[in-house]
C-alpha cells in the first residue's frame, strides 16, 4: 500500500484517492520545502546563478557546468513542476543558450546553497 501511494511512506496514515501508483507523504510528514530560482547562461560553460525567492538576493553559491545535461538533471531532480510546457520552455531556453527554472529544495539542499 506504502509503494502504491494508498498511506504515507512515513506515519503510515491512509491517504485520499487519487493513488498515483508512488510513494507520497502526508500533509504532516511532508518535508518542508524552499523555493530557489536558478538562472543558467552560457558563455564558455554554463554558469548557473541561484536567487532567493524574492528574486533579489543571490544565494552565494555557483555553479560551472560544460554540458547542459546537468542543468536537465537539475531540472528532472528539483523543479518546482515538471510539466510538458515547462520541459519545452527549459529546452527552448537550452537552445537559446539562457534561461530559469523554479526549484523546491529541501532544508538540507538549501543550506548547501547558502555555504
Not at 507520497?24 to 536558478?38: D, E, I, M, N
Not at 541561484?50 to 528574486?55: Q, S, V
Request: aromatic content about 10%.
Amino acid at each position: 500500500m506504502r509503494l502504491s501511494g494508498q498511506i504515507c511512506c512515513s506515519c503510515k496514515v491512509s491517504l485520499s484517492p487519487p493513488h498515483p501508483g508512488c510513494e507520497r507523504y502526508c500533509t504532516r510528514c511532508r518535508p518542508p520545502t524552499r523555493r530557489v530560482y536558478l538562472y543558467f547562461m552560457l558563455r564558455d560553460s554554463w554558469h548557473i546563478q541561484f536567487l532567493e525567492a524574492d528574486l533579489k538576493s543571490p544565494l552565494p553559491r555557483r555553479l560551472t557546468f560544460r554540458d547542459a545535461a546537468k542543468i536537465r538533471e537539475l531540472f528532472d531532480r528539483f523543479a518546482a513542476e515538471r510539466k510538458l510546457e515547462d520541459r519545452q520552455a527549459l529546452e527552448y531556453a537550452l537552445e537559446n543558450g539562457r534561461g530559469s527554472i523554479w526549484l523546491n529544495l529541501t532544508e538540507e539542499q538549501y543550506a548547501k546553497l547558502k555555504k
